[in-house]
């Protein structure tokens, strides 16, 4: 079965940095179209960002400039570098993978982000 496990949130300070890591099994991870998204409390999961299997890339406005999202089929693997953090950035990331018209989710990692 597909699983979906992300890792690298952790607290950090406004202006920080952090790394987040989805390490897919499962699947042919290289067709899938691959995502980020967050929520935050009492708010609705939204898409932070995502890459097509060809690597054209999407950023929700909030974050375009600031954040990067990449993939690495060889590996798996895939990546969003959190740069300036705000503590607007707080929330809950989780990995999707979209493969036709199946969609999986991981657990999620939390990013807390201190002002």
């Known amino acids: 079965q597909v699983q979906l496990v992300e890792s690298g949130g952790g607290l950090v300070q406004a202006g920080g940095s952090l790394r987040l890591s989805c390490v897919a099994s499962?699947?042919?991870?290289?067709?899938?179209?691959m995502g980020w998204y967050r929520q935050a409390p009492g708010k609705q999961r939204e898409l932070v960002a995502d890459?097509?299997?060809?690597?054209?890339?999407t950023f929700a406005d909030s974050v375009k400039g600031r954040f990067t999202i990449s993939r690495d089929n060889a590996a798996n693997t895939l990546y969003l570098q959190l740069n300036s953090l705000r503590p607007e950035d707080t929330a809950v990331y989780y990995c999707?993978?979209?493969?036709?018209?199946?969609?999986?989710w991981g657990q999620g990692t939390q990013v807390t982000v201190s002002s």
């Open positions: 999707n993978a979209r493969l036709g018209r199946y969609s999986y």
């Open positions: 499962g699947m042919i991870f290289s067709i899938a179209r």
């Open positions: 890459i097509t299997s060809e690597g054209s890339t």
